[in-house]
């Protein structure tokens, strides 16, 4: 009886793995993120990754491209709940500080990262999972919660030692005032409507202020014409963007003021931001984010303000791969531990965990086959596996209660050394190395 070839199952499209070659980078990356939130005393808070559809359609509005095109949403089967894969961080984040009413004692700096999902065509920096850093301040009104956020991203620029992205920046007032430039922008699409495209006429009266994102080179002139935000701002609101300004400026901080940025969410008012580069082709976009006050109350909270910005972490990965600051990055160990089996096989394994208890990474050489590995195959997996030494234990070294302790990223010199010495000596030569 013939067998049925089975065939072969891949990932999702435009949902990756995580390859350990590329580990290290990753690891570089979130431990910077680490050192960041402890620097600005940012707590960190996680929320599950399903979320109720009702969340994101009143948080972020139901007539944006995520909620209309993008969302994984389906009915849970065991209660008929609508449920969604969370598209973003901030409507989840500030679900959770509602529910469990975190603003009761004060403001709050939090920060969050885990994947998000959204359905769209998959690019380069562009996927259906992906993974945000998200930063959110709640309970502060002034703009030095505003300029704080944006120095934040700079300085992790500075820490990764990216270049080359650029500081976009730009206001959108308050309820009344946008309520003023939105219907401006109606009558100036309106007198044009025949030279929209199909996206830009089917927003034109629900969501006109995303007509000014869009990328179809056929309406540049219109859009370009299109009435300014800036030219709608109460003197309220302009003092709190000349108050950002003041503040990056006096940390010398360059930006560019866009009037034309209005970010992809509804929840968004006076500042908003993004980070840019042009080395990601299409996807410019490293991170981006504002003030968004009406949320709380809009989603069921007692009215506060708040403000915050996300980063697409596979893109800031692109851009580290792009700039080379991934080729000092090694996954190596400190040591790998060389045996022949038998005798050898436990004091090789008891030397190996005493190194782990004083804090060493240590790889073990196990065979795929179980029997003794010869040497010359042995040393090639201990000079690819990044060590920076090798620990050979044969039976001629075991009989003398000694090690072997040889150099593989230096000069080679090889030594014998005493088995209850070996951790002591171990650690002398990783901090001659390291010095």
Not at 169 to 195: M, T, V, W, Y
Request: net charge negative; charged share 25%; hydrophobic share 40%.
């Amino acid at each position: 009886m013939s067998q049925v070839k089975q065939t072969k199952l891949t990932g999702v499209r435009g949902m990756n793995d995580l390859l350990p070659q590329e580990a290290p980078l990753w690891a570089h990356l979130e431990q910077s993120i680490q050192s960041l939130v402890r620097s600005y005393g940012y707590q960190q808070i996680r929320t599950p990754i399903v979320e109720q559809t009702a969340l994101f359609k009143r948080g972020i509005g139901e007539v944006t491209d995520i909620v209309e095109k993008e969302m994984y949403s389906f009915e849970d089967g065991l209660n008929g709940e609508q449920l969604t894969l969370r598209p973003e961080g901030t409507a989840a984040a500030v679900r959770a500080v509602i529910e469990h009413n975190l603003l009761y004692e004060g403001p709050k700096r939090l920060w969050y990262t885990g994947p998000m999902f959204r359905h769209e065509r998959p690019q380069r920096g562009r996927y259906r999972q992906f993974h945000q850093l998200g930063i959110e301040a709640l309970g502060f009104a002034g703009p030095d919660i505003d300029a704080e956020i944006i120095l934040m991203c700079q300085r992790l620029w500075d820490d990764l030692g990216l270049t080359g992205i650029q500081l976009e920046l730009n206001s959108l007032g308050q309820a009344s005032e946008r309520a003023a430039h939105r219907e401006a922008l109606i009558a100036h699409f309106k007198k044009h409507e025949s030279d929209l495209d199909e996206d830009a006429k089917r927003r034109l009266l629900t969501n006109p202020l995303r007509i000014l994102d869009s990328k179809n080179p056929a309406m540049q002139s219109i859009v370009e014409s299109a009435p300014q935000i800036l030219n709608f701002l109460g003197e309220e609101s302009l003092k709190h963007f000349e108050g950002v300004q003041r503040l990056l400026k006096a940390n010398n901080l360059p930006f560019k003021i866009n009037p034309r940025l209005v970010r992809g969410l509804d929840y968004y008012n006076l500042t908003v931001f993004e980070w840019v580069t042009t080395q990601l082709g299409s996807q410019g976009t490293v991170a981006g984010g504002g003030r968004y006050d009406p949320l709380i109350e809009q989603m069921g909270g007692k009215p506060a303000p708040a403000c915050g910005w996300a980063m697409g972490m596979e893109r800031v990965i692109e851009l580290m791969k792009e700039q080379g600051l991934d080729a000092d990055l090694e996954s190596g160990c400190d040591v790998y531990v060389l045996h022949q089996a038998g005798e050898t096989l436990e004091p090789a394994f008891i030397v190996a965990e005493r190194l782990r208890s004083a804090g060493i990474e240590v790889i073990l050489h196990c065979s795929p086959d179980g029997l003794a590995s010869s040497f010359k195959s042995m040393m090639k997996k201990a000079d690819a596996s990044g060590a920076a030494y090798a620990i050979i234990i044969g039976p001629d070294e075991l009989a003398a209660g000694q090690a072997q302790l040889k150099d593989l990223r230096r000069d080679g010199q090889q030594m014998s050394v005493a088995l209850d010495g070996l951790v002591d000596e171990v650690i002398n030569q990783l901090v001659k190395t390291s010095d």
